[in-house]
């Protein structure tokens, strides 16, 4: 049984990590807190940039419990990188 309820969970999520990335609308959110931008999904991953509270940039996927996948402008280049969605408060849980 538990097997089951397993490969459910996994099979609906391997469906939404398929989705294509085009699929999904960027919605922008202000930064509630001053937070690192980084190229990884851990917090010893290489700092790409800093947001200052009350920057703006948008949220692209909603990765995991901890980080959500964010695009920013920086230095005239559109940079993807992982925040911490305690960055955001509220907005950053959705």
Known sequence: MAT??????????????NTAAANRTPVAHNTIVDCPVYDGMTKKSAVL???????????????????????????????????DRRCFGVQGSK
Do not use: H, P, W
Not at 4 to 17: F, I, Q, V
Not at 66 to 71: A, C, P
């Open 4 to 17: 089951g309820l397993l490969a459910a969970c996994s099979s609906a999520r391997d469906e939404r990590m």
């Open 49 to 83: 940039g800093q947001m200052k509270t009350g920057d703006e940039v948008q949220v692209t996927d909603t990765i995991n419990a901890y980080f959500v996948r964010v695009r920013l402008d920086k230095g005239g280049q559109t940079v993807m990188g992982y925040m």
